[in-house]
């Protein structure tokens, strides 16, 4: 730095500068307040300042353009840059400057075009009270975006930009309205980007003055009331992005006017009423994002007109009707459809067969009734197929078709059949398909049999749900290697005999192996009622309670060390506690109630510093209640019905069973009162936390990452 300074002294000092005096000594004051990175100092060797790294000058030496995006540079923005007043281009992009933008900066920058300060961590307000900052009439494309700048948008700081075509100030916290006034003086705006703000109130008419307009993005922000009419208008609009706000009403049936329209995007907000019935008009849509709202009908037949549609996102909302007036056969570019969570009724169209690109498909929670479509194995790509929630039959045929589907994932289909045979062996004897199948859901059919020994060779199943059926005979002892099988759930069924002691070798609970895969799923999927997007975010988990199993809780699944969920309950366990548990250190829950275990529970357990949920209630276990960690949040019905147990929480005293006499407690109910909760709590609270944030982050990366 002080040779810098230097530096700088000695240019100032020789004035053997070809450059603008004036424009010298603003570059000085910039490179002043800014610093680079060590490793990659900029280079200002020259004398002429029009050489300097990043500058470019006219033929008149005036500094026209300063060019230093992704440079690492930090520092802040001087006011005498505002001196650049030949300055055409400004793009200081991905860079860490920060504080404000300088009091009139704009003043003397008659002849900017550009201005590109995107990806920093600029703050403050456009303009603040008593400045009268405004954008230059000449500018064309300004992009504050992903900044950290707040306050209103007030339409006097854009009012004399004229030439203005693209104003980008996404991912800030601007507050108030948004400008819609914006193109009052400008018919040449292209692209307007207000999304991921703080943006409320409604959106007055004013947009429709933009006869250009191609991008309107305003998504994620707290805007309500009606969609303005006047962007039904907008003839031009190619992007129509509004996600993620409280908007209420209908779409008007002038939306299929925006005959360029490609992408409409009013997924999560209040919307109501029908689909447009001419919707089909819109033969350019490539996506359509329409989940979470409550919009209701049936879907028009003319939505086959959108001939380029590549996504159809239609879950949580009120539609229905027969699925099959959908005619899929000319949609043929589909690669991701979600109708889940209507009312659909009917079968699944045959016609879906023929869009060969489809990827990913979600037609759970409906009222689809019938049988798989044997075409189904024609969906060679398709690699996520929910059905889940619907009233399917034939199981067994369902397996054999989608066995084809070599590039299925993920296969949700619980509670969609009732009452059927568990397919077993004989019945899928050859099976070979399904090698790429991570995800099998098979839960709530109340299918009949046993675990078949098929699921053996699906060798990258990661989750296996076939809980709430009428599964019997024994838990077979190869589950335990399936090699990444980290989700097993096998709640509710008849199961007997013993949990397998191979369980505990299972090799995704042992060892972290989270480079297996991360990749996204095509359609978020809910489990235990959070919505995942990342089959790796999945709580890990063994699940067999309620079952007939017995014998004593092998040790062996102490070894499973990265164990999130383990419950056992309501089974017909017996011996004791197994120490080992003590080691499974990620533990959240553990639910060993209803059972005949005995024996003391073992002290170590107080070291399950993530445990906030536990329960050994109805077993036959005795002595004292552990101390100190979690083991002082959890509620005295986490013990009950143990009456040989006894503990402060129980409010009973244990005997004493020392020899040395000791004073006996004088108020033994009180004094249990007086040990720490601190620390439990704290420890409880951070796991808490930690969930919570694990689980506001998913959410928010769904709402982010579609
Ligand atoms: C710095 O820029 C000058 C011209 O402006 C050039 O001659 C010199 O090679 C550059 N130095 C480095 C290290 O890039
Ligand atoms: C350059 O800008 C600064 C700060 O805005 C101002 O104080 C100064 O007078 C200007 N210098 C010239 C030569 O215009
Ligand atoms: C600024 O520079 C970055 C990196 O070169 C470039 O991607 C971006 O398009 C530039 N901004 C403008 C407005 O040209
Ligand atoms: C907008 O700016 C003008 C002039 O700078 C000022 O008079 C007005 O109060 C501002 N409006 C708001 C809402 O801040
Ligand atoms: C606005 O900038 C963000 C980055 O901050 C970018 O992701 C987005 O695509 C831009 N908007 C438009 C419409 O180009
Ligand atoms: C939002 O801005 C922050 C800070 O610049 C950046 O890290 C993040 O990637 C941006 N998000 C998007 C979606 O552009
Ligand atoms: C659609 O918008 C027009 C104005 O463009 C309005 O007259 C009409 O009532 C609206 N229709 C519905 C169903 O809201
Ligand atoms: C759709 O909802 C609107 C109210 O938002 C209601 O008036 C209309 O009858 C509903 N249509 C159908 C088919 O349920
Ligand atoms: C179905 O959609 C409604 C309305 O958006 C939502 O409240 C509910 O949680 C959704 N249910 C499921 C199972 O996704
Ligand atoms: C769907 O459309 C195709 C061609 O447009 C037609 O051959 C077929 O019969 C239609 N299917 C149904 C179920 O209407
Ligand atoms: C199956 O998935 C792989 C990997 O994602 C991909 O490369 C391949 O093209 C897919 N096959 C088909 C038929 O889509
Ligand atoms: C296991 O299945 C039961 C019943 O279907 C369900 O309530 C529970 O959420 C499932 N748990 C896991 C971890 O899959």
Known sequence: MATLRFFFLLLSCLHVLTCDQVDHDSLISFYQHISSPPATPLNLSSMDCCQWEGVFCDSNARVTRLLL?????????????????????????????????????????????TLDLSFNLLSGLLQPPQSSDSLPISIQTIDLSSNLFNGLINTSFIYRASSLINFNVSNNSFTGTIPSSICRNSNRVKILDFSMNKFSGHVFQG?????????????????????????????????????????????????????????????????????PRNIGILSNLKLLLLHTNSLNGSLPPSLTGCINLRTLLLRNNLFGGEISTLNFSKLQQLQVIDFGNNSFVGRIPESLCLCKSLTAVRLA?????????????????????????????????????????????????????????MPDDYSLLHLNGFQNLQILTLGGCQLIGQVPSWIAKLRKLKVLNLSLNQISGSIPTWLGSMPDLFVLNLTQNHLSGELPREIGNLPALITDDTDSDLSYLALPFLFNSLQYNRLFNLPRGIKVGSNSLSGKIPVEIGQLKLLHVLELSNNNFNGSIPNQLSHLTNLEKLDMSGNHLSGEIPQSLAKLHFLSSFSIANNDLQGEIPRGGQFDTFPATSFQGNPKLCGYILRRSCPLVTLDDKTPEEDPESSWYNLPFGMGYVFGFFAFSITLLFNTCKRLHHLVVR
């Open 69 to 113: 995006p992704g440079r690492g540079l930090l520092g802040t923005i001087t006011p005498f840059l505002g001196n650049l007043s030949s300055l055409t281009h400004l793009n200081l992009s991905h860079n860490q400057l920060s504080g404000s933008l300088p009091v009139g900066l704009f003043h003397n920058l008659n002849n900017l075009q």
């Open 365 to 421: 929670y409906n009222r689809l009734e019938s049988e798989v479509p044997p075409c189904m194995t024609a969906l060679t790509s398709l690699s996520h197929l929910s059905l889940s929630d619907n009233y399917l039959s034939n199981v067994i045929g369902a397996l054999k078709i989608l066995m084809h589907c070599d590039n299925l994932t993920v296969l949700f289909m619980s509670r969609c059949f009732h009452n059927e045979m």
């Open 207 to 275: 947009i429709g003055q933009c006869s250009r307009l191609e991008v309107f993005r305003a998504g994620l922000n707290s805007l309500t009331g009606w969609i303005p009419y006047d962007l039904y208008s907008v003839k031009t609009l190619k992007v129509f992005s509004l996600p993620n706000n409280y908007f209420s009403g209908p779409i008007n049936g002038s939306i299929v006017l925006l005959s360029k329209l490609s992408s409409l995007e009013l997924n999560d907000n209040e919307l109501t009423g029908e689909l």
